[in-house]
Nanobody
Framework: QVQLVESGGGLVQAGGSLRLSCAAS????????MGWYLQVPGKQRELVAT???????NYADSMSGRFTISRDNAKNTVYLQMNSLKPEDTAVYYC?????????WGQGTQVTVSS
């Protein structure tokens, strides 16, 4: 069973930075895409960004460019560098991975940006 273990979330003041990490383990099949989604209470989970094995990235159209996604295939780890954070970035961020069969999700990590 695939497990996605996230780290790096927490509380940060506006203008600060965080780097989220997510390591996939227990995979049976080759991981294709990895990524990050966010969710706020009462709303649907929405795309932040995904990154393929070759490093190509796909960002949500609404992204400001302050976030950068990357991955380390050898470690089965995906990162989200978040800079110039704003209070509206506050959300639960979920790690995502995909193999040929299905999607996998992390437990979510809280990011809170204070004014």
């Amino acid at each position: 069973q695939v497990q996605l273990v996230e780290s790096g979330g927490g509380l940060v003041q506006a203008g600060g930075s965080l780097r989220l990490s997510c390591a996939a383990s227990g995979t049976i099949f080759r991981i294709y895409d990895m990524g990050w989604y966010l969710q706020v209470p009462g709303k649907q989970r929405e795309l932040v960004a995904t990154v393929a094995r070759d490093g190509s990235t796909n960002y949500a159209d609404s992204m400001s460019g302050r976030f950068t996604i990357s991955r380390d295939n050898a470690k089965n780890t995906v990162y989200l560098q978040m800079n110039s954070l704003k209070p509206e970035d506050t959300a639960v961020y979920y790690c995502y991975a995909r193999d040929f069969a299905r999607d996998y999700w992390g437990q979510g990590t809280q990011v809170t940006v204070s004014s």
